[in-house]
């Protein structure tokens, strides 16, 4: 089946600085690739996702982008805010035959320090 | 609008009791899923009902029974859990099973005493 590696699993930054997550998938056949936040003690958001035939996506001051030979995608959140401090999981998932399933990553501790 | 809704919030329920987790939609989606999800872990699928039938069951304890009486709403009853079934469960909805977007509920924080 699907495995999908995150990496880091905490990352602090500064107000105002970059973050990065980066997740790396197994199975060449996932096509679809969401990123969920989860604040304490809520369910998790869907933020963005991408297709397998975009390289990129956009939504304000976040980005996700996939390389589909390396098998790997990121999620960029630029100028962080303190409200950006949550969990962040990647998932990827396969166009499917019956159901499409979420593989997820193991989770980013963003903390944004102000 | 994306919103599911799940209630209770918080549950304390000993090993002998019986208790129903709920959750609902109105955004016309026609797939909704139960997951569980461990303290720092990800969630982890447990049920998926498209168009009010159970689609997939993976291999859940008997004890968590899972039921959809229309394609608003999802119910979880529970029944002579036990402590390590403590966790967030949570509920999410797709327009339907193989649609791209799950959006997920709040969640309700289960307690096994």
């Known amino acids: 089946g699907e495995n999908v590696e995150q990496h880091p699993s905490t990352l602090s930054v500064q107000e105002g600085d970059s973050a990065v997550i980066k997740c790396t998938y197994s199975?060449?056949?996932?096509?679809?690739f969401p990123w969920y936040k989860q604040e304490l003690g809520k369910g998790p958001q869907l933020i963005i996702d991408i297709r397998s035939n975009v390289g990129e996506k956009k939504d304000q001051r976040i980005a996700v982008t996939l390389n589909k030979t390396a098998k790997h995608f990121s999620l960029h959140i630029t100028e962080t805010q303190p409200e950006d401090s949550a969990v962040y999981f990647c998932a990827a998932s396969i166009s499917p035959g019956s159901a499409r399933q979420l593989t997820f990553g193991s989770g980013t501790q963003l903390t944004v320090l102000p | 609008d994306t919103e599911v809704t799940q209630t209770p919030k918080h549950l304390v329920m000993g090993m002998t009791n019986k208790k129903s987790l709920k959750c609902e939609q109105h955004m016309g989606h026609r797939a909704m899923y139960w997951y569980k999800q461990k303290a720092k872990k990800p969630p982890e699928l447990m049920f998926v009902?498209?168009?009010?039938?159970?689609?997939i069951n993976e291999s859940v304890p008997s004890r968590f029974s899972p039921e959809c009486p229309n394609s608003s709403l999802l119910n979880l009853h529970l029944h002579a859990l036990q402590p390590e079934d403590s966790a967030l469960y949570l509920c999410a909805s797709s327009q339907g099973l193989i649609s791209y977007e799950q959006y997920f509920g709040p969640g309700t924080r289960l307690t096994v005493t």
């Open positions: 009902y498209s168009y009010e039938k159970l689609s």
């Open positions: 199975d060449s056949a996932s096509n679809y």
